[in-house]
């Protein structure tokens, strides 16, 4: 067992460390570190651990900033995007320009998937209740 303490279970990870693991005796230099220390500042103070050393179930990552902050684009729906294009196309567009009606279906595109999805899901769900059913309409009756 790693970390008795019960007071504080969790081991946080530091990246680019030169330490002493504290159960192995081994030196390292920048690479990750295990420690219980909450931050940088409380290292020196406490145990440090290699990652050969540690117990998975005791991990706690610590928050770092990505090195590349991009943000990140939600996935795109081109199926529902396009369905919903060709039923309003369908319906006619007349009162509305095609650009308005492009917008409005790329919006709407992941309500459109959610929706579907839980149709699909209740779709299931009766087809497992109506075999259910008929399994237990067919089931010999039993004669005492």
Request: glycine share 2%.
């Amino acid at each position: 067992m790693l970390n008795t303490n019960l007071n504080n279970p969790q081991l946080f990870q530091y990246p680019q460390q030169n330490y002493t693991c504290d159960k192995c005796g081994q030196e390292f230099q920048k690479t990750i570190t295990y420690s219980p220390a909450s931050d940088k500042q409380e290292l020196n103070n406490s145990p440090t651990y290699c990652p050969n050393c540690i117990e998975p179930s005791l991990l706690t990552p610590i928050k770092t900033q990505p090195r590349n902050s991009k943000r990140v684009k939600p996935k795109k729906n081109t199926i529902a995007y396009y369905q919903c294009m060709s039923a309003c196309c369908q319906q006619g567009i007349s009162p509305k320009k095609i650009t308005q009606i492009a917008h409005e279906c790329k919006q709407n595109s992941f309500g459109i998937l959610s929706q579907r999805t839980s149709e699909i899901q209740k779709l299931n769900e009766a087809y497992r209740q109506i075999g259910e059913s008929l399994t237990n309409l067919l089931q010999p009756v039993q004669e005492e």
